[in-house]
């Protein structure tokens, strides 16, 4: 959720690994073993939960976790509770990050000491003040000066116990003063508006003889004004203390007058320091990112020229793979880059593009796509995020029975519990990789089209380069479909959003030995078990040593390599996807009524779709695949008949009833995706029948008509919709100009190849340059492009700096992040306060 500022839109987001825990101190009794899960806060709010690992004073949690962050906050904090036999939750300690400080931990493992944590010093939200000086005249003449103190309202408290009662206790502070008055309690609002006021004599008058004040009338800068937040409690320990505010009375000044938020602070002797490892501390890795993201036009310049990346020859000197040769990592130019080119449905001819240069590079066909080079990190970036709907259909039953059950599947014997018998634990490791692999080789139709498409074209660059090799075009898909996307979701499916946490020890053992074994089966190696370097790996692995399981890979691979063709010429032999018996209607419209609804034995193939009379006699019907315009449901009032279907033709449409919901939607969706690459396919259908003379829908009489209704297609919502252009060509920007120095290197190492033809340079060894002149121009373009963005950036700064009231509901007094800026912008000549 982006925050609107002046026409530029504001992104946060963190994406954060907590790693492990050490030295928690121990339970205070007899079993000195805690049961612990950590927390992340945004200030007091809970956003994460790790699980509970128990009997440990060093939790190893392994959890990833990413949020964009919806409201502005001041610390990420991470707190470690402990749960006890009575299953109540104590907090040990924690770790507050202020949010100015977030950027020197920036992707950096460390380890953070915990702190105690105490409720006087647990503060959160912001109030409203308005202070008034003047002079009133007393009943007796004389002059004194009163303060009139409005508390007007509160925003962003937190919630205690379930519940925010709030009140705010306003005195006056100095040598000698402590006047405490109240405000109403406002229940259940954690954003109450008081606006109340209240009145403080702070001089005395002059007429006044008695010594009542020992204040003098030029003391008043000496005074401060404190105003408490509480939450009413029933509770017998009294009422929670929400945050403090002190503001001194020297800020009213010749005007008398000041209005300003305040965020709220925690008591003077709420953060009690400890020392260094008391509480024990927590590793952490913490990115987090603020993308501030201007209108679209302020984009266009430096998005067109990605955008052209994958039809600039050669590839490598386009702007995207450009920026890979300068990220440190090609992870990070891998994720914008991919989010941008899906978003503009470029994806497709960019991978191809990149993919084919690589092949041509590569001189061993086994070692095709080994390294972690920019095709493979986008491609795998790709499969996360078109393909993880796909991982959940697929897997996630699975993964789930096999976190719930917890059968022993242990096979090394070394590691083998005496309770355990082995051959009880290969069975059920073999039934598990057995139904795992099944349902993986049986998955094709299901794989989404942007990842068939992307297949196929590795397919077709793999066995141009290779022709020698015949499994190249298999080994080429494989490497991405079962190395890089099956065998780790299967690994880690905390990961791939498969499993909320970690998995524990116990059940990560046995998903690393399926994920192994589903590994190596669907590498297609020439030899199985020297792929193990464990012998019981080995010998357990002799279970699918059969023909059937190479040829079941192969047939999978074609089918997902295959989606640009859906023709005899793409897959020589056909393959079934799916069959059963269903219930269908005449095609003719010449008769009607229930005679003319049958039960026949239905078969689809990547080839046509046919039914029989029953299973494995001939063709009664056959349907070319390429004949298939649309498949939608039909509405059940057409034949008062539910889970009705149509396969819609040509000349005329084909109805269908299903056995169930389930079934009626499986086949919808899988004739569907074998029938979406036609190129007549409708964009509008009628959702009823053609009867009596007229359709149903529309009333229509011609059974020729146009469909009334838009086309749904049956397919998972488009992933470009969950994408922000802008903001992907934004975080671009920011990775140019954070490698700005390795840019103008790159133009260096252009103009030295070109002019020198002797042995390339050591500094410049690093860059792909195929084509000198052609990489320097685009490089010109980039800088050039980047430089412009740049400038509008510290326009947008310098304007902002000139606009911001510092006490803002914006940017409360107390806000460090924007003192931190106040200090830099002041320190610099290019502004002026």
Request: overall charge neutral; aromatic content about 10%.
């Amino acid at each position: 959720m982006a925050v609107e500022e002046e026409g530029l839109r504001v992104f946060q987001s963190v994406k954060i690994k907590i790693g492990e825990a050490k030295n928690i101190p121990p339970y205070p009794g007899p079993n000195k073993m805690r049961d612990c899960y950590c927390t992340v806060n945004l200030d007091q709010e809970e956003v994460f939960r790790t699980k509970t690992l128990e009997k440990s004073l060093c939790p190893f949690y392994g959890e990833d976790f990413y949020c964009e962050i919806p409201r502005s906050f001041r610390h990420l904090s991470f707190y470690i509770f402990d749960r006890d036999v009575f299953r109540r939750d104590s907090s040990i300690g924690k770790v507050a990050v202020k949010k100015e400080d977030l950027q020197k931990y920036h992707g950096k493992d460390h380890w953070f000491p915990l702190q105690p944590v105490c409720a006087d010093s647990e503060v959160q939200g912001k109030v409203h003040l308005e202070l008034r000086l003047s002079e009133v005249i007393t009943d007796s003449g004389g002059v004194c000066h009163k303060l009139a103190t409005r508390v007007l309202e509160c925003q962003d408290l937190p919630i205690v116990n379930n519940q925010c009662d709030p009140y705010a206790a306003v005195s006056l502070l100095g040598p000698s003063r402590s006047e405490a008055k109240k405000t109403k309690v406002k229940r259940k609002n954690n954003n109450p508006q008081f606006d109340e006021v209240f009145f403080f004599e702070v001089t005395k008058p002059l007429s006044y003889t008695k010594r009542q004040f020992d204040v003098e009338e030029d003391d008043v800068d000496k005074l401060a004004l404190k105003v408490d937040l509480w939450n009413a409690s029933n509770l017998k320990f009294g009422d929670e203390f929400l945050g403090e505010v002190r503001v001194p009375l020297k800020v009213l000044g010749q005007s008398g007058v000041h209005d300003a938020w305040y965020f709220l602070q925690p008591r003077d002797n709420g953060n009690k320091s400890v020392k260094a490892d008391e509480l024990g501390s927590l590793r952490l890795n913490i990115v987090y990112t603020e993308d501030h993201v201007f209108p679209t036009e302020h984009y266009n310049p430096l998005r067109d020229l990605l955008l052209q990346s994958a039809h600039l020859e050669p590839v490598s000197a386009s702007a995207a793979h450009i920026l890979g040769e300068v990220c440190r990592e090609k992870q990070e130019a891998a994720v914008p880059l991919v989010r941008l080119f899906l978003h503009y449905g470029k994806i497709v001819p960019f991978l191809s593009a990149i993919a084919h240069a690589e092949i041509s590079r590569t001189q061993d066909p086994n070692t095709i796509f080994r390294g972690n080079s920019l095709t493979s990190k986008c491609i795998d970036e790709t499969m996360k995020l078109a393909g993880m709907h796909y991982l959940r259909v697929t897997l996630k039953p699975i993964i789930d029975e096999i976190c719930t059950d917890h059968k022993p599947c242990e096979i090394d014997p070394v590691k083998l519990k005496e309770s355990e018998n082995l051959d009880t634990n290969r069975e059920n490791l073999r039934q598990y990789v057995d139904r795992i692999f099944n349902v993986i080789t049986s998955s094709g139709v299901s794989c989404p089209t942007v990842m068939c498409d992307i297949f196929f074209s590795l397919r077709e660059s793999a066995a141009s380069r290779f022709q020698v090799d015949p499994d190249v075009r298999y080994t080429a898909v494989s490497s991405f479909i079962f190395l890089r996307f099956f065998a780790p979701a299967i690994l880690s499916p905390n990961l791939f959003h498969l499993r909320p946490h970690h998995p524990d020890p116990y059940t990560s053992r046995t998903l690393t030995l399926v994920s192994k074994t589903i590994q190596t089966l669907g590498s297609l190696a020439k030899s199985k078990s020297a792929n193990f370097k464990e012998s019981y790996m080995a010998a357990f692995y002799d279970y699918f040593n059969e023909q059937k399981y190479a040829d079941a890979v192969k047939n999978f691979l074609d089918l997902i390599s295959s989606s640009a063709r859906w023709d005899q010429k793409s897959i020589e032999t056909p393959i079934m996807l799916k069959e059963g018996f269903m219930i269908k209607r005449a095609q003719g419209r010449n008769r009607f009524g229930l005679k003319n609804f049958k039960k026949r034995w239905f078969r689809l193939t990547n080839h046509e779709f046919t039914y029989h009379k029953t299973k494995g006699e001939g063709a009664l019907c056959s349907i070319p695949i390429e004949n298939i315009l649309a498949v939608e449901r039909l509405e059940e009032e057409s034949f008062k008949m539910k889970n009705m279907f149509q396969v819609i033709q040509p000349e005329r449409a084909l109805y269908i009833q299903a056995n169930n919901c389930v079934e009626a939607r499986d086949w919808i969706d899988i004739l569907t995706k074998v029938s979406q690459c036609n190129r007549k396919r409708l964009s509008t259908y009628h959702p009823s029948a053609f009867l009596n003379g007229h359709w149903l829908c529309c009333k229509l009489s011609a059974d020729t008509a146009p469909g009334c209704t838009p086309c749904t297609g049956g397919l998972p919502a488009n992933i470009q919709l969950d994408v922000d252009g802008d903001r992907e060509t934004e975080r671009i920007y920011s990775l140019y100009s954070t490698y700005m120095a390795k840019l103008v290197k790159m133009q260096e190492a252009c103009g030295s190849k070109s002019v020198y033809d002797g042995p390339e340079q050591e500094e410049y060894s690093t860059f792909v340059i195929d084509d000198p002149q052609e990489t320097y121009k685009t490089l010109r373009l980039v800088i050039s492009a980047v430089q412009t963005l740049e400038q509008q950036h510290m326009q947008y700064k310098r304007d902002k700096f000139r606009k911001t009231k510092y006490g803002s509901q914006e940017h409360p007094i107390g806000d460090q992040s924007f003192q931190c800026y106040i200090r830099q912008q002041s320190e610099s000549s290019t502004y002026s306060i």
